[in-house]
């Protein structure tokens, strides 16, 4: 119980820091949003090695060194999770936290598209259901926004890839992330370098502050993922899926209480399709993870009678 307990103290942490990033990103201006996107690849792999060293976790590289599957999808995994950690640096600054939100709100249901399309699995009932509210949901607010609502999109389906990627590589955390931070430092030092030359850089020309406020992107990286990695080895995935709420409801607050973004009355409606979607969705997950249970304490031979 007390490693249980631990864990789920890790995943809430994770989801709370990923929750608030909307406070840190406009801490960097005036950097633009690929210069923060550059150094957060950068210092990333800073972070992510100091880790490893203080860990003193180095037997992996060759292991991993002797397959070009894994490190093939690693390389796939760095280029889907420029866009998503882009994507979302520019709606942040741009003043779209909640559309941001909405993003990681429809990602759940985003990955059980992909496991029906891509896997060929197959959803109960009230699954469909979920996805269905969360297309209607997506209808709504294209009407509200008067055009589809991109980011959202692009966030969700962009992490619901890169979560899809990860799992077919089956890699450690930190390790996978050291791989793909350094498949995306040369061109993140490329633009450093750049803007550098051509007097557009804002790291060293705004003062000791603005600097260590964009070395520390590399921080807020790492530090969630790895609280991450604890809590996924500790709790079951049930818990870690109502966990992973934390971080969007905190996004959204964000927006609605501290960017003061305007709500009008078709969002709310559209957002809580949305949360009608997740509900119907967690509620199926939570009845479905009991009955496995279930059925493997009275039968392991059982299971094949559970409804999956």
């Given at each position: 119980m007390p490693d249980l307990r631990r864990g789920v103290l890790f995943g809430a942490a994770a989801y709370t820091m990923w929750g608030l990033f909307p406070l840190y990103w406009p801490l960097l201006k005036p950097s633009g949003a690929v210069e923060i996107?550059?150094?957060r690849m950068a210092w990333s792999l800073v972070a992510v090695l100091v880790v490893l060293a203080v860990r003193r976790h180095w037997s992996w590289i060759s292991g991993l060194l002797k397959e070009p599957r894994k490190l093939a999808l690693?390389?796939?995994?760095a280029v889907i999770v420029t866009v998503n950690w882009g994507v979302y640096i520019y709606a942040?600054?741009?003043?779209?936290?909640?559309?941001?939100?909405?993003?990681?709100?429809?990602n759940p249901l985003i990955?059980?598209?992909?496991g029906v399309v891509l896997l060929k699995e197959r959803l109960r009932p009230l699954q469909w259901a979920a996805v269905g509210f969360g297309t209607l949901a997506v209808l709504v607010l294209t009407i509200d926004y008067g055009r589809p609502p991109w980011i959202a999109l692009?966030?969700?389906?962009s992490f619901g890839l890169y979560g899809l990627v990860k799992k077919q590589a089956n890699v450690g955390a930190a390790e996978s992330l050291t791989v793909e931070t350094l498949v995306l430092l040369a061109p993140a030092l490329a633009y450093i370098l750049y803007l550098g030359q051509t007097g557009q850089s804002t790291f060293g020309t705004?003062?000791?502050?603005?600097?260590?406020l964009l070395a520390g992107a590399g921080v807020i990286t790492?530090?969630?993922?790895l609280c991450f990695t604890a809590a996924a080895i500790r709790v079951p995935l049930s818990t870690i899926g109502l966990l992973q709420y934390i971080a969007p409801v905190l996004q959204f607050l964000c927006g609605v209480l501290v960017a003061k973004e305007t709500m009008p009355a078709s969002r709310w409606i559209g957002f809580s399709i949305v949360w009608l979607a997740l509900a119907i969705f967690t509620y199926d997950s939570i009845r479905t993870a009991r009955a496995t249970r279930a059925a493997?304490?009275?039968?392991?031979?059982?299971?094949?009678?559970?409804?999956t």
């Open positions: 996107l550059a150094h690693l390389a796939l995994a942040v600054n741009a003043g779209q936290v909640v559309e941001s939100a909405l993003g990681y709100f429809i990955s059980v598209l992909f692009a966030l969700a389906v705004e003062g000791l502050g603005h600097a260590a790492a530090v969630p993922l493997i304490r009275k039968s392991p031979r059982t299971l094949d009678n559970v409804v």
